[in-house]
């Protein structure tokens, strides 16, 4: 397997319904979350994401806007931040 996961965690996609977050991890990577903010707002209860799969995150009410989020790198430390614009 080629690259890294960070190479890769801006292929991760997110889906929103209601006060749900889901995040689709379409890579071969397991991607450990860092950090996670919607609208400026940060989402708890981080998990990683197997390969191939899928977790969903609640979100608090009323949170809306783009996300951006952070990865924990292969050396223990954070990612750069990627961003999504919800549609």
Partial sequence: MKGTPE???GNLRWVETGNKLKV?????FYMNLASVTVGGKPITGLEYIPP???KTLNMPGGTRGDIEWSIITDFGGESH???YVLK
């Fill in 24 to 28: 689709e991890n379409p890579t071969p």
């Fill in 7 to 9: 190479d890769v965690a």
């Fill in 52 to 54: 191939f799969a899928d």
């Fill in 81 to 83: 931040p990627f961003h």
